[in-house]
């Protein structure tokens, strides 16, 4: 182990990941039906997934937003039904492990649990497809602990746009502003990932709160929609908000993202969905990998991001979104949550001070969610 590494191990211990996204609730639905029995995440599941118990111990991480992510493709009550049934599972989860996990509903909680060496583990749904244009609903995920919603996914919805989808709104709808005006209300944090620029840009005009973007890199290193343009980035300063850098291949590295276009492209040839995790699905990507070998983005190309996310935002502003568990394809050195540790061990090198780095990992992300209760409760 280098010095850097040891280093990096020293300061996770007492500055832990606070990680804006993992996927495991999806691919305990897609994998299992949520039959924890067969992913029993106290033991090695690395055959299977990118998480459990010991890797995440492993890679030092104090606190996780599960995503309670349903496809874009589920629709009206499908769509709610599907997110009642992830919180259920993260909950269950929560309940199996009492040990290593702990349901923190606020950054007050997040702090017990680094205090007691659990995981706290908060909740965000990915997508307001997830709402089905109900504000009522989106009050009752808030009341069942989902502190983030991000305002859509892949697909564009009747009232915002996403990044990878036909605008329809040029950004928010007046409905739209309204939903983030209700999570302000609320204390449930505006997620900007996976939306237009546009919409970015709305919902930083209507927050009174600050926003956070739960996985995703910068525009300027890697010119995918996925990621958040510098003028946008410029804006977090004065609003307060935190840029969680994620690690997909396809968005942090642009041959990365030319090469996922084709393998996108051979999976729905198979009748599969892209985002298919399912052993059916992991073959036909290892098939395609096999004959069209993938360009590799490693921890070195997501510190590039976080340089320049930094320079533009500044490091009060940065966090880390690695989007395990959803995602086929990962970067060298970061292949499953036991990898943080060289994330933070490059940035050593890169001159990172310590205390910018558990800014990184821990401290801003506490103080986004705790401002956001401040902006409800004030």
């Given at each position: 182990?280098?010095?850097?590494?040891?280093?990096?191990?020293?300061?996770l211990?007492?500055?832990?990941?606070?990680?804006?996204?993992?996927?495991?609730?999806?691919?305990?639905?897609?994998?299992?039906?949520?039959?924890?029995?067969?992913?029993?995440?106290?033991?090695?599941?690395?055959?299977?997934?990118?998480?459990?118990?010991?890797?995440?111990?492993?890679?030092?991480?104090?606190?996780?937003f599960?995503?309670?992510y349903?496809?874009?493709?589920?629709?009206?009550?499908?769509?709610?039904?599907?997110t009642?049934?992830?919180?259920?599972?993260?909950?269950?989860?929560?309940?199996?492990?009492?040990?290593?996990?702990?349901?923190?509903?606020?950054?007050?909680?997040?702090?017990?649990?680094?205090?007691?060496?659990r995981?706290?583990?908060?909740?965000?749904?990915?997508?307001?497809?997830?709402?089905?244009?109900?504000?009522?609903?989106?009050?009752?995920l808030?009341?069942?602990?989902?502190?983030?919603?991000?305002?859509?996914?892949?697909?564009?919805?009747?009232?915002?746009?996403?990044?990878?989808?036909?605008?329809?709104?040029h950004?928010?709808?007046?409905?739209?502003?309204?939903?983030?005006?209700?999570?302000?209300?609320?204390?449930?944090l505006?997620?900007?990932?996976?939306?237009?620029?546009?919409?970015?840009?709305?919902?930083?005009?209507?927050?009174?709160?600050?926003?956070?973007?739960?996985?995703?890199?910068?525009?300027?290193?890697?010119?995918?929609?996925?990621?958040?343009?510098?003028?946008?980035?410029?804006?977090?300063?004065?609003?307060?908000?935190?840029a969680?850098?994620?690690?997909?291949?396809?968005?942090?590295?642009?041959?990365?993202?030319?090469?996922?276009?084709?393998?996108?492209?051979?999976?729905?040839?198979?009748?599969?969905?892209?985002?298919?995790?399912?052993?059916?699905?992991?073959?036909?990507?290892?098939?395609?990998?096999?004959?069209?070998?993938?360009?590799?983005?490693?921890?070195?190309?997501?510190?590039?991001?976080?340089?320049?996310?930094?320079?533009?935002?500044?490091?009060?502003?940065?966090?880390?979104?690695?989007?395990?568990?959803?995602?086929?394809?990962?970067?060298?050195?970061?292949?499953?949550?036991?990898?943080?540790?060289?994330?933070?061990?490059?940035?050593l090198?890169?001159?990172?001070?310590?205390?910018?780095?558990?800014?990184?990992?821990?401290?801003?992300?506490?103080?986004?969610?705790?401002?956001?209760?401040?902006?409800?409760?004030?």
């Amino acid at each position: 182990m280098s010095s850097s590494q040891e280093a990096a191990r020293d300061l996770l211990a007492r500055w832990p990941v606070v990680d804006g996204h993992n996927d495991l609730p999806w691919a305990l639905r897609e994998q299992v039906s949520y039959d924890l029995d067969q992913r029993d995440i106290a033991t090695d599941q690395s055959a299977h997934l990118h998480t459990d118990l010991p890797r995440l111990r492993a890679g030092g991480v104090g606190a996780q937003f599960w995503s309670v992510y349903v496809r874009s493709d589920y629709a009206g009550d499908k769509a709610v039904t599907a997110t009642l049934e992830q919180i259920d599972v993260v909950r269950q989860l929560v309940a199996r492990y009492p040990d290593a996990l702990r349901l923190a509903r606020t950054a007050d909680d997040m702090e017990a649990a680094r205090a007691e060496g659990r995981i706290a583990s908060l909740m965000g749904a990915e997508g307001g497809h997830s709402i089905n244009n109900s504000l009522g609903t989106l009050r009752a995920l808030y009341e069942l602990g989902v502190r983030y919603m991000t305002l859509t996914h892949n697909d564009t919805i009747d009232w915002a746009d996403s990044a990878t989808d036909e605008p329809r709104h040029h950004g928010l709808s007046p409905f739209g502003e309204e939903v983030v005006r209700e999570m302000n209300r609320c204390g449930m944090l505006v997620d900007l990932s996976h939306v237009s620029a546009d919409t970015m840009r709305d919902a930083l005009r209507v927050s009174t709160a600050p926003v956070i973007f739960s996985h995703s890199s910068a525009r300027a290193v890697c010119d995918h929609p996925r990621n958040i343009p510098d003028d946008v980035l410029a804006q977090l300063p004065a609003n307060g908000g935190v840029a969680m850098a994620t690690f997909v291949p396809k968005f942090v590295l642009p041959a990365a993202g030319e090469w996922t276009l084709r393998a996108d492209e051979n999976m729905r040839a198979h009748g599969l969905h892209h985002l298919d995790t399912t052993a059916a699905g992991m073959t036909v990507q290892r098939a395609f990998e096999a004959a069209n070998p993938r360009p590799k983005a490693t921890a070195a190309t997501v510190a590039d991001h976080l340089d320049h996310m930094r320079e533009v935002a500044g490091v009060d502003h940065l966090g880390i979104g690695g989007d395990f568990d959803g995602t086929a394809f990962t970067p060298d050195g970061l292949a499953d949550v036991a990898g943080y540790p060289n994330l933070i061990a490059e940035l050593l090198d890169r001159k990172w001070s310590e205390e910018d780095l558990a800014k990184l990992t821990w401290r801003n992300a506490v103080r986004v969610l705790r401002a956001a209760e401040a902006v409800a409760f004030g």
